[in-house]
């Protein structure tokens, strides 16, 4: 994974006044846009990422910021991580916190349902509502919301493509301890 065109970016640490910066690195599925303080990770996004995050907030680019993070990222992609990490930080709302950090707990290579995270979460009649909450998932991958299916088991909805997330799926079983 490399940065692309690393020449045109500011010096390395270079942070907006809130602190905020971003790093591209390049991935067997594409590039991802690393955000957050060039430590803590805020926000991993694909390039035509739905929902779409204001790049405008993502500050300036620092291609040595989130060293870690491309390390585990690198590890991830060749087959040899199954879990991350890295210092993340998100928003959003209680139930959309617990719904991230159910989605923490699905081993790499398995799959669950929104109904069955709902379950898992207290909240079984709430399928739409963990639909919803994973769909707002700001951190891609290191939050493994690709491991969510539909109740028959189709992989649609995942903010980098449906594509994405059959090969990030694809690519866990095959590398699976």
């Given at each position: 994974?490399?940065?692309?065109?690393?020449?045109?970016?500011?010096?390395?640490?270079?942070?907006?006044?809130?602190?905020?910066?971003?790093?591209?690195?390049?991935?067997?599925?594409?590039?991802?846009?690393?955000?957050?303080?060039?430590?803590?990770?805020?926000?991993?996004?694909?390039?035509?990422?739905?929902?779409?995050?204001?790049?405008?907030?993502?500050?300036?680019?620092?291609?040595?910021?989130?060293?870690?993070?491309a390390t585990q990222l690198q590890e991830y992609f060749a087959g040899e991580r199954t879990e991350f990490s890295v210092p993340t930080r998100s928003g959003g709302t209680e139930f959309q916190q617990a719904v991230w950090e159910q989605l923490r707990l699905i081993p790499a290579g398995e799959t669950r349902t929104y109904g069955q995270v709902?379950?898992?979460?207290?909240?079984?009649?709430?399928?739409?509502?963990?639909?919803?909450?994973?769909?707002?998932?700001?951190?891609?991958?290191?939050?493994?919301?690709?491991?969510?299916?539909?109740?028959?088991?189709?992989?649609?909805?995942?903010?980098?493509?449906?594509?994405?997330?059959?090969?990030?799926?694809?690519?866990?079983?095959?590398?699976?301890?």
């Open positions: 994974m490399t940065d692309p065109n690393p020449s045109a970016s500011p010096p390395s640490g270079t942070t907006t006044p809130s602190g905020r910066c971003h790093r591209v690195l390049d991935t067997p599925v594409g590039q991802v846009t690393l955000v957050g303080d060039g430590q803590v990770l805020e926000g991993l996004y694909w390039p035509d990422h739905k929902p779409a995050p204001d790049r405008s907030t993502f500050g300036p680019c620092a291609p040595e910021a989130f060293a870690q993070v709902a379950a898992a979460i207290g909240r079984p009649t709430a399928v739409r509502a963990v639909g919803a909450a994973n769909s707002r998932n700001p951190l891609s991958v290191i939050v493994p919301c690709h491991r969510v299916v539909s109740a028959s088991g189709a992989a649609h909805g995942y903010a980098g493509s449906v594509e994405t997330k059959e090969w990030l799926l694809a690519h866990e079983r095959r590398h699976r301890a």
